[in-house]
C-alpha cells in the first residue's frame, strides 16, 4: 500500500481533465510507501494523444534535486485518455523493472502500480493499492 494524500490525486485528476486529448505527466517524490509531492511535467512525445515522454530537462532536475538532499523521485504518473487507468503495453514496454511507482489516470479515477520483473499486468507491473490520506 503506499500512501498519497487526497489533494495530490485531485490534482492529478484535474490535469488530465484539462487534457482531453493528450496524455499528461508528471514526477512523484517521497518514499517506497508514501508519495508526499507531485510536480507536472511537460510531455515531449512526438504523439502526445497516444503516448508520454517525460521531459528530461526535468527529470535531471529531480535526480539533481535529490542528490543535494532534496526529494527522492520515486515514480512518475500519467493519464490515458481514452483509455482505462491500467498499464498497457507500451507502457510496459518501456518501463524499467526498477521498483518505481507508477500512477496511472483516466475516466475520472487514479490507480498505482509498480514496475517489477514479471509482473501480473502486462508482465511488468504489480497493482497497488493507494491509501488517500487527507
Known amino acids: 500500500m ?19 486529448r493528450a496524455e499528461v505527466c508528471g ?11 507531485i510536480r507536472p ?6 504523439d502526445p494523444a497516444r503516448r508520454f515522454e517525460l521531459d528530461p530537462a526535468a527529470l535531471f532536475a529531480a535526480h539533481r534535486g ?6 527522492a523521485m520515486v515514480g512518475h504518473y500519467h493519464s490515458h485518455p481514452t483509455g482505462r487507468a491500467t498499464p498497457s ?4 514496454a518501456a518501463a524499467v523493472a526498477d521498483g518505481s511507482l507508477w500512477l496511472i489516470a483516466a475516466a475520472g479515477t487514479v490507480r498505482g502500480w509498480r514496475a517489477v520483473a514479471h509482473g501480473t499486468v502486462e508482465g511488468r507491473f504489480d497493482p497497488v493499492p493507494l491509501d488517500t490520506a487527507t
Not at 503495453?89 to 510496459?92: L, N, Y
Open 66 to 71: 535529490a542528490r543535494a538532499g532534496g526529494p
Open 41 to 46: 511535467c511537460r510531455n515531449v512525445a512526438a
Open 27 to 37: 514526477l512523484l517524490f517521497g518514499s517506497a510507501d508514501a508519495i508526499l509531492a
Open 89 to 92: 503495453p507500451r507502457d510496459a
Open 2 to 20: 503506499v500512501t498519497i494524500a487526497s489533494d495530490l490525486i485531485a490534482r492529478i485528476l484535474r490535469e488530465a481533465a484539462a487534457s482531453p
